[in-house]
């Protein structure tokens, strides 16, 4: 593979047109730095293209200017990942479901699902009581 472009080129390729100011936010980082990726004057350090190409989904070879399809590499399932051999505890088919779906989502929606459900946690009617907080509650 040899790069054929600049990230500064894909950058603004997937990045469309976007508000700076909400794309900084949402992946916080600096709207300055938004601007310096598009303009090219710097480029995002490893971890940072790893974000990028997960919240457009994308392969980050692309996004930094390889010859190489966009499409990210298929990640393997959660099911080819947690097996009964390799972890010490068991999911329900519905949590594995869950699971996958969420796995599907770019970096924008897994941060929607993560704030919606902390929004849920901090509603106590919508937990489980543990068998110690159903007993104070009759006694």
Same mark, same amino acid.
């Given at each position: ?27 916080? $980082? #600096? ?8 303009? /090219?004057?710097?480029?995002? +350090? =490893? @971890? *940072?293209?790893?974000? !990028?190409?997960?919240?457009?989904? $994308? #392969? ?8 190489? /399809?966009?499409?990210?590499? +298929? =990640? @393997? *399932?959660?099911?080819? !990942?947690?097996?009964?051999?390799? $972890? ?15 796995? =599907? ?35």
């Amino acid at each position: 593979m040899q790069i054929v472009s600049s990230f500064a080129e894909r950058f603004k390729e997937v990045f469309g047109d976007r508000s700076v100011t909400e794309f900084a936010n949402q992946i916080g $980082v #600096s709207k300055q730095t938004v601007s310096a990726w598009l303009n /090219g004057v710097r480029k995002p +350090k =490893q @971890p *940072t293209i790893a974000i !990028l190409s997960s919240y457009f989904n $994308v #392969s980050p070879a692309w996004l930094i200017g390889y010859d190489c /399809g966009i499409e990210p590499l +298929k =990640q @393997p *399932t959660f099911n080819d !990942l947690i097996t009964e051999d390799n $972890v010490d505890f068991q999911l329900t088919d519905e949590e594995r479901e869950i699971i996958e779906k969420y796995r =599907q989502f770019n970096y924008e929606g897994k941060e929607k699902i993560k704030s919606y459900i902390d929004d849920l946690s901090e509603n106590s009617k919508l937990k489980k009581c543990n068998e110690d907080t159903s007993i104070k509650k009759q006694a």
